[in-house]
């Protein structure tokens, strides 16, 4: 019944690329094989990693593409958050949760925490994106998300009135963890774009107050 009603709405409402708008095949979902693999892969970990180094205590840094303006990548991301399309956030957190599982630091971690979006932000768009890209990781290798623990302030500044410095202490006073179940437990934490590192440095500074043993990050992209 399911596929005939699939099938059914394919006839109206043909399933298409979200990216090159060509018709998907058999087994593709949101986004099609050949605009996937056009991706920019990022190679080189030390670029991710030096963002963080020195600044907190962390396991690991990950980074799966280059993110670049008015790219495929960026069309993905831009219809995630901004077109209601969960499903292109679900397979860029499966291709991530695979990522992960290859390079074996899925193991290394207990549980995935989304960084969290203003309420005002989750009003507005019904979700946070970060926490589509960790059930799409879930759905690769089961392992719990936290998504009620850590919280964002939503009175602060806008981050764009900023300077890079004011920026940083603005942030540093934008998470808190609500309770601290989370203790002594090896978190990962999950964002679409890593840029300068500042909201995750600052996510992680709130776990580390709740009394976890170690963070990690694992972003779909990060901006040079
Ligand atoms: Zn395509």
Do not use: H, W
């Not at 920019?40 to 962390?58: D, T």
């Amino acid at each position: 019944m399911k596929t005939y009603l699939n099938s059914f709405s394919n006839l109206f409402f043909p399933a298409i690329c979200t990216i090159c708008k060509l018709g998907l095949a058999d087994g593709e979902r949101s986004i099609c094989i050949s605009c996937l693999d056009d991706f920019p892969r990022l190679y080189q970990a030390e670029i991710v990693e030096n963002k963080f180094k020195g600044q907190i205590k962390y396991n690991f840094a990950f980074s799966m593409f280059m993110y670049e303006p008015k790219s495929k990548l960026s069309l993905a991301l831009k219809s995630l958050k901004y077109e209601q399309n969960k499903e292109v956030g679900l397979v860029l957190g499966e291709k991530l949760g695979n990522e992960l599982f290859k390079n074996n630091l899925l193991n290394q971690v207990d549980t995935l925490i989304p960084v969290p979006v203003t309420k005002q932000r989750l009003k507005q768009r019904g979700y946070n994106q970060a926490e589509i890209i960790c059930n799409g990781i879930q759905k690769t290798n089961y392992i719990s998300i936290e998504n009620q623990i850590l919280k964002r302030n939503s009175f602060l500044k806008s981050q764009t009135k900023l300077g890079r410095n004011s920026r940083f202490e603005n942030i540093d006073k934008a998470f808190y963890c609500e309770t601290s179940t989370i203790e002594n437990k090896k978190i990962l934490l999950i964002d679409d774009v890593l840029t300068t590192g500042a909201t995750l440095i600052s996510c992680a500074e709130a776990l580390y107050r709740a009394g976890v043993a170690e963070v990690s990050i694992a972003t779909i992209c990060n901006t040079v």
